[in-house]
């Protein structure tokens, strides 16, 4: 199943991600030089927390056990049986907020002006979602497990390395470097 990866190590705190989340996903025309002028102003659908340098995009996590799909009385909140995404059918939404109090990771959040709740789809009806098409550092990925595996393998070796060389170790295994190979 495809999901969206962060490489925290490569966020810089832009936003990028949420500008064009919320143009693409809330806005009428599409287009940011005229969202912004839109009224009620078009809301992104992932946030970006913590100062640059150590900030994070958090998005919906589609959890397996998903506590927003359990507490929503409506039905509103659903499972995409294809690619087990979850997704808000907003024409069902009654705005009780029961998803937005449920959800552990606060990604579901409501939407006032419209009295329904808005969370992160991964852009279903998209090849690639938006915040991933848009990152300029390339911190978010799309893609199964294995992609992201990648990176997380690739960050192991590095901080080995990097432990080695402050042990005042000048000799390095590669055994370090071989570890990547091993996906």
Request: overall charge positive; aromatic content about 6%; some cysteine.
């Amino acid at each position: 199943m495809k999901r969206i990866w962060v490489d925290s190590q490569k966020c810089l705190g832009c936003k990028t991600c949420e500008l064009q989340c919320a143009v693409e996903r809330n806005s009428v025309t599409r287009k940011l030089a005229e969202a912004v002028r839109e009224v009620p102003r078009p809301a992104p659908r992932v946030g970006v927390y913590g100062p640059s340098g150590h900030s994070f995009p958090l998005q919906c996590r589609h959890c397996q056990d998903a506590a927003c799909l359990k507490a929503c009385p409506s039905g509103a909140m659903q499972r995409e049986a294809d690619s087990d995404l979850t997704y808000i059918d907003q024409s069902k939404c009654r705005g009780c907020w029961m998803c937005v109090m449920s959800c552990p990771f606060g990604t579901v959040t409501p939407l006032r002006d419209f009295k329904v709740a808005q969370k992160c789809d991964a852009c279903m009806h998209m090849e690639q979602p938006a915040c991933v098409a848009s990152c300029p550092t390339e911190a978010l990925l799309y893609g199964e497990e294995d992609v992201f595996e990648k990176v997380r393998l690739t960050r192991k070796t590095m901080v080995a390395l990097h432990a080695q060389a402050i042990a005042g170790n000048s000799v390095v295994g590669l055994d370090y470097v071989r570890e990547d190979d091993k996906s």
